[in-house]
Structure formats: structure tokens, C-alpha cells
């Protein structure tokens, strides 16, 4: 029985994920900043443990406390919309402390294992802004494609060792946490010059009629962690599959 640690499970892509490897009959260690009693059922083959991937000590003590591993997924990021102009450093940083350095902290600290063992799996999941350019997200384009440029590097750099990596590219999903959180973050972010064509894009991205859900993500993430093959690029939802076929 294989086991699966997921970052970022306290909703949308990570809780769901959590939830589909257990169905699956999976061991899942859900992992997230403050674990709630409601996030997901706990039993013998699913354990939740506090981790924050912006913190070494947190990530070593998930690590230690979670054991053995077959698979790694790297859920847990910020989103963020704003001009780019009007957005702090600091908060550009902080985008890219939790989607990039604490994305590359997590595979440091269970690289050791798998690479002993000659084993394992890295599941970095991403967004199809890489892909495609989109407005208004430069800086959480910029922290995403870091990681599509660092997980293609890592992919060869890993294969005499037989651990693997695969990313999981999402494309918009208006339904959860994660979109919520970065609306949240947008305040003031919008200045005025911007606020009309701003409107426009909020606008275009409330009539889409293909979008993508917690399920296409989970589904994705469980392709990505079954398929022994090379393929490294898993768009997840509709509109995610449709935008890499275009590219």
C-alpha cells in the first residue's frame, strides 16, 4: 500500500486530492498550516499533520513525523491578482516564498529518501498561466513558471536515481479556496487607470463555460501518480487540456 503526502489540504485542489487517494485505498498524510478537525475524516489510512512550507522547521518536523513516502504533491500555494505596479515586493515575496521556495523546500527534504531507495514521486502542481499568458497574474505566472523550469531540470537530474517528477497544470477554477484567497489579496492591488480593463477580464472569466474543478485536479494528480511513462505535462480540467493542445 503506498503512501502519499499532499500539501495545502485544508480545501479545493489538496482537500480533494486527499479525499480521491483515500477512496483509491491509499495511506494520505494531508498536510496543512493549522489543521481543522473538519477538513477530512480522520482513520488508519488518513493522518493530518500541521505544516507550513514557508517554515524549514515545520517542513522537518511533517517529514520526520510522516515516515516513509512513495509520492510527494506540492498543493500549497497563494494566488494573486493585481497590477503589477501597484503590488508590494513584499507581497510579490511572499508569493513566492510559499509557490516556489517552499515548493523546492519540500522536494529538498524528501529527496534524501527517495533517492536512497531509488524510488518515489514528485507531483508539483502548477497552473496553465504557463502556457498561456494571462493578465493581471504577473507575479503568480512568475513563481509558477519557476517551478516548470526547475521541475524540467529536476526530471533528468533525478533519473539515474529512478525518482520521478510530474507537474499538474490547473486551469481556472472559480469554485475554490484558493481563487477566494487570491481576491482577498487583490484588494487595493486594482488602481484606478487599471479598474476598467480589469472589469473586462473578471468579467470574460465569469462566462467561461469550461472550467476547472477540484475533481480534475484530484483525477490529474492520480493519472500523474499511476503513469510510469515520461510524460511530465498533466493539464487538469477542460479549459487547462484545451489551452495545452493550443500550445
Known amino acids: 500500500m503506498k503512501t502519499i503526502l499532499i500539501t495545502g489540504c485544508s480545501s479545493g485542489y489538496g482537500q480533494e486530492t486527499a479525499r480521491h487517494f483515500h ?15 473538519d477538513a477530512l475524516p480522520r482513520d488508519a489510512r488518513m493522518r ?15 517529514i520526520k513525523a510522516a515516515g516513509p513516502i512513495d509520492v510527494l504533491v506540492n498543493n500549497a500555494g497563494l494566488g494573486l491578482f493585481g497590477a503589477f505596479e501597484a503590488t508590494p515586493m513584499a507581497t510579490v515575496r511572499e508569493i513566492f516564498e510559499t509557490n516556489t521556495f517552499g515548493m523546492m523546500a519540500m522536494a529538498q527534504a524528501v529527496l534524501p529518501q527517495f533517492r536512497a531507495r531509488k524510488a518515489g514521486l514528485l507531483v508539483n502542481v502548477t497552473s496553465t498561466v ?4 494571462m493578465p493581471l497574474v504577473a507575479a503568480y505566472t512568475a513563481s509558477k513558471t519557476a517551478i516548470t523550469g526547475f521541475s524540467e531540470s529536476l526530471t533528468l537530474e533525478l533519473a539515474p536515481f529512478n525518482v520521478r517528477v510530474k507537474l499538474v497544470e490547473p486551469g481556472y477554477g472559480p469554485g475554490t479556496r484558493f481563487t477566494a484567497n487570491g481576491a482577498e489579496r487583490m484588494q487595493g492591488l486594482i488602481p484606478e487607470p487599471y ?3 480589469a ?3 473578471f468579467a470574460s472569466l465569469g462566462t467561461m463555460s469550461a472550467v476547472t474543478t ?19 505535462h498533466y493539464p487538469a480540467g477542460a479549459d487547462a487540456v484545451a489551452i495545452a493542445s493550443q500550445k
Open 195 to 197: 479598474a476598467p480593463f
Open 48 to 62: 493530518v499533520l500541521a505544516l507550513d512550507v514557508t517554515q524549514p522547521e515545520s517542513i522537518a518536523a511533517a
Open 23 to 37: 477512496a483509491q485505498g491509499w495511506n494520505v498524510i494531508a498536510t496543512m498550516r493549522t489543521p481543522r478537525e
Open 214 to 232: 477540484a475533481a480534475d485536479v484530484a483525477e490529474a494528480v492520480w493519472r500523474a501518480a499511476n503513469d510510469a511513462g515520461a510524460t511530465l
Open 199 to 201: 472589469q473586462g477580464i
Open 130 to 133: 504557463t502556457l498561456a499568458p
